[in-house]
């Protein structure tokens, strides 16, 4: 018989037990390296921190990184000031004057599209949108008519893939098209077969783009789209079809200026879009769902879903990446899936000490670094050890590892 007596003298010893081991994980955690082996990019609400060593340095509360991670662009006064991401020495400063807001960077990292307003999502209502190209010897000014916000450079920087918001005082939907930067006006994109896109025929999107992602030779964009009801492709409005999905991978040739619409199968798209990630690796993609567990793979080049894999269902928000020796890592909160990639079998299950908020991997491909709650974890990628853990105050995601 349990006595109230021995019932609490039971509850001292499980909460004992419970601080002592708190303590434990406390002093374990302290007890790991803070110093980050390899050059880390993170976001913040401060803006682009780089992570080298011992040193957490900001690169500006108003910057930029590009996709690639090699530059970031930074706001200092009047000025403009190009970052070399591996060494955070200051590669290039030009003077653009005030109120300007640094938003994309060209892949090739010289050129960089500035705007007087920060980004949202939807964007600031306005009828006319001010844009500033400034690069190596280059300064161009475009005043677009309407609610215009960039998305990517073409990768021979003579134009600027930009989002056309509709309408212009009350943001709901947008479209794709290229600013052609020799003539300064808006265009349509190209269809797969590389054919203008006829009048009437554009996409309207009106769902979140929640990750974008280069291809491996930084020719191709992908970018994950998720709650798009109502959405019509090109190719629904040309055939008269309609599009029931909610998610698909909006695929954008950087060279050849086309587009296409990778549509994702239920459920995808139904769960919250922090639940869903996006990862590129040669001919592969693949997209992960936490909240239905699944992983749909699609080949890049017949731009076809091949398969759908399953893991175990959650909630949490979703990060992914292919390791170099065949395996799926994939974030489902604070849990980590090793996946086989050929077979999809979950061969480890890893847990960190917070919700991930980005996973990369070293150059080398043995480290896999985690972005978390006000800290950057990194651990073994073959045995998931944690290995190390560094500050990082009010991180948002982690964005590069050089």
């Not at 091949?306 to 992914?320: D, F, P, Q, W």
Request: charged share 20%.
């Amino acid at each position: 018989m349990t006595t109230r007596r021995s019932f609490l003298t039971l509850s001292g010893g499980v909460l004992a037990a419970s601080a002592l081991a708190g303590c434990r994980e406390r002093e374990a955690a302290a007890a790991l390296p803070s110093s980050v082996p390899d050059v880390l990019l993170a976001g913040s609400r401060s803006g682009v921190v780089r992570l080298s060593g011992t040193e957490v340095r900001p690169i500006g509360a108003q910057s930029v990184l590009s996709r690639s991670g090699h530059s970031a662009y930074a706001v200092a006064g009047d000025s403009l000031v190009r970052v070399d991401a591996a060494t955070g020495a200051p590669a290039q400063k030009q003077s653009i004057g005030g109120g300007w807001v640094p938003r994309v960077v060209a892949e090739s990292s010289d050129l960089c599209v500035l705007l007087t307003t920060p980004p949202g999502e939807p964007p600031a209502a306005r009828t006319t949108s001010g844009l500033l190209v400034i690069g190596s010897g280059r300064r161009q000014k475009f005043n677009l008519p309407g609610c215009v916000e960039p998305d990517a450079f073409t990768s021979d920087g003579t134009g600027l893939f930009v989002l056309d918001w509709l309408p212009a005082d009350r943001p709901g939907h947008y479209r794709v098209r290229l600013l052609d930067f020799n003539d300064g006006k808006l265009h349509p994109l190209l269809t797969r077969n590389k054919t203008p896109v006829p009048a009437g025929a554009e996409e309207q999107m009106q769902g979140r783009g929640r990750q974008a992602v280069y291809s491996p030779d930084r020719q191709t964009l992908y970018t994950l789209y998720t709650h798009q009801p109502e959405h019509q492709h090109t190719r629904n409005l040309l055939n008269g079809t309609r599009s029931h999905v909610h998610a698909f991978v909006h695929v954008l040739h950087l060279t050849e200026r086309w587009a296409y619409c990778l549509d994702l199968p239920d459920p995808f798209g139904q769960g919250p879009a922090e639940g869903h990630a996006l990862a590129v690796d040669g001919s592969r993609l693949a997209v992960l769902d936490t909240a239905s567990g699944s992983i749909a793979h699609a080949n890049t080049e017949t731009l076809q879903i091949e398969r759908v894999a399953r893991i175990a269902a959650g909630r949490g928000a979703a990060s992914l990446v292919f390791s170099p020796d065949a395996r799926l890592l994939a974030a489902d909160g604070a849990a980590v899936h090793a996946l086989d990639r050929t077979t999809d079998q979950v061969l480890a299950t890893w847990v960190l000490p917070s919700a991930v908020r980005g996973l990369r991997l070293s150059p080398d491909g043995s480290r896999l670094y985690a972005g978390g709650e006000n800290a950057v974890a990194w651990l073994d990628a073959g045995s998931g050890t944690l290995q190390g853990r560094a500050r990082v105050d009010d991180l948002t995601d982690l964005l590069s590892v050089r």
